[in-house]
């Protein structure tokens, strides 16, 4: 069969796919969570979202990678309803996100590491029970994550899940992508998702961005895994506010290094906060101010096509 990727309107040839986004959201509710007491949320008013991917799109984006996972906001019908409206292929995620967000019904403390990734596997063949659209179709996953810790350790739990996604990402073809704040966990993540079947080729560490240490970077990319930098734009912190150019010295390093295959880049819009009605950067901030640094560091047109079209590309084509 011919190599495919799967949006949430169906599969399509991976040749359809510009620039993309590898690790967003368009749906996200934190504050639901128990022992959550802030606000955290992406709004689901579809207008007002509508509107800022369009942001994206207008700048030349084709597809956005919807990470967004069961328990913090997942929503299938969502995805399909913004994909019809925008015209951008989006792609939906599987799995869970990280332990305190585990959704009870998940029974990620019960189930065997066969039994969590035969969820994953069957939500990849048949699509998510529930989510039949108007004629009967299913949406189904393109992509495994992301797939998080809490800490900078791998819990119990978690170890099963990422063993679980493992088995899954060997038997689906779907590649990986996680969340690794902050540490060398990432690495420690690789290791287990290797172990349990996946092909690190298949494998994205995410958040790299969030913890800028170039022998940390190296040692991802020589296991064959890709590093994410995905909180660009972000202005939580002051990490994130101000290092930026930390961020773009290491991606010079990768690439003098010869690791341009091995780079993603995204923004994790995850917050209202982020969109830019709310006064962030919204969903076009590597079109409208990031890429234009790499370009004044001395990255060439031919590089950042490799990393924001052929790298997603190759990491969503399944098959
Ligand atoms: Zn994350």
Redesign the pocket.
Known sequence: MAPFVQTVLGRIDPAGLGFTLP?EHTQCQLWTIPERFDYWELTADEELVAAELERFRAGGGTCLVD?TLPGIGRDPAWLRGLAARTGLHLVMGTGW?REPYYPPDALVDRRSVAELAAVMVAEFEEGVPGSEGPDGARVRPGIIG?I?VHKPWVSAQEERVLRACGRAARATGMAVTT?A?LSPVGLRQLDILEDAGADPRRVVI??ADSYPVLDHWLAIVARGASIEC?FLGMAFTPMERKGEPRVIELILRLLERGHVDRILLSQ?V?DNSQLVFYGGNGYAYLQEAFLPRLRAAGVGEEEIRRITVDNPRRILSIG
Do not use: P, R
């Open positions: 690790h990470v996100y992301e998080g969340h704040v995410g958040h995905d994790d995850c």
